[in-house]
C-alpha cells in the first residue's frame, strides 16, 4: 500500500492537506485519523470538513461527547465520528454507522476503536507533534495518498 510522509509546520499546511484530501475523497470512502491526544486529529478534520463545503467559517466542533456529527455538503455527506468514549466497538452501530459506510465519507477519530469494524479498505493518516509543528503519514490508494 502506498506510503506518503508529509511536515505540517503550521495550521496553514493542515488546511491546505485538508483541501487536497477533501477534493480527492468519494462517499464509502474512510479515512482512519490517528494518532496521540493533540496531535491534530480533529484540526485536520475541521480542514477537510471546511474544504467539503465550501465554507472556511463551517462550524465544526469536535465530536468528543456527541460521538458523530454528520455534515450535508456538495459532495454529499461527511461523517465524523470521534470513538474516543466508545466502550465497545458495537456501539458505533447504534450512531449510523452502517449507513454513514453506505453512502457518505466517513472521518474517523479513534479508529482502534472499532476493532474488527475498521474496514481494510481506508486512507490511514497517521497525526504525531513534530517540533511546532505535526507530521503526517498517509497510507492507503494512490489517489488519496499522492496529494
Given at each position: 500500500?502506498?506510503?506518503?510522509?508529509?511536515?505540517?509546520?503550521?495550521?496553514?499546511?493542515?488546511?491546505?492537506?485538508?483541501?487536497?484530501?477533501?477534493?480527492?475523497?468519494?462517499?464509502?470512502?474512510?479515512?482512519?485519523?490517528?494518532?496521540?491526544?493533540?496531535?491534530?486529529?480533529?484540526?485536520?478534520?475541521?480542514?477537510?470538513?471546511?474544504?467539503?463545503?465550501?465554507?472556511?467559517?463551517?462550524v465544526?466542533?469536535?465530536p468528543?461527547?456527541?460521538?458523530?456529527?454528520?455534515?450535508?455538503t456538495?459532495?454529499?455527506?461527511?461523517?465524523?465520528?470521534?470513538?474516543?468514549?466508545?466502550?465497545?466497538?458495537?456501539?458505533?452501530?447504534?450512531?449510523?454507522?452502517?449507513?454513514?459506510?453506505?453512502?457518505?465519507?466517513?472521518?474517523?477519530?479513534?479508529?482502534?476503536?472499532?476493532?474488527?469494524l475498521?474496514?481494510?479498505?481506508?486512507?490511514?493518516?497517521?497525526?504525531?507533534?513534530?517540533?511546532?509543528?505535526?507530521?503526517?503519514?498517509?497510507?492507503?490508494?494512490?489517489?488519496?495518498?499522492?496529494?
Amino acid at each position: 500500500m502506498p506510503t506518503f510522509s508529509l511536515s505540517l509546520p503550521d495550521e496553514a499546511a493542515t488546511e491546505r492537506l485538508g483541501a487536497a484530501l477533501a477534493g480527492r475523497l468519494r462517499p464509502r470512502d474512510v479515512v482512519a485519523l490517528e494518532g496521540g491526544l493533540g496531535a491534530g486529529k480533529t484540526t485536520l478534520a475541521r480542514a477537510i470538513l471546511r474544504a467539503a463545503a465550501g465554507d472556511r467559517a463551517l462550524v465544526v466542533p469536535s465530536p468528543t461527547f456527541t460521538l458523530v456529527e454528520v455534515y450535508d455538503t456538495p459532495r454529499g455527506a461527511f461523517w465524523h465520528f470521534d470513538l474516543y468514549r466508545l466502550d465497545d466497538p458495537r456501539q458505533v452501530l447504534e450512531l449510523g454507522w452502517e449507513e454513514a459506510r453506505a453512502d457518505g465519507v466517513v472521518l474517523v477519530e479513534w479508529p482502534e476503536r472499532l476493532g474488527a469494524l475498521l474496514p481494510r479498505e481506508r486512507l490511514k493518516a497517521t497525526l504525531s507533534i513534530e517540533g511546532d509543528g505535526r507530521r503526517i503519514v498517509l497510507e492507503g490508494e494512490d489517489r488519496l495518498v499522492n496529494v
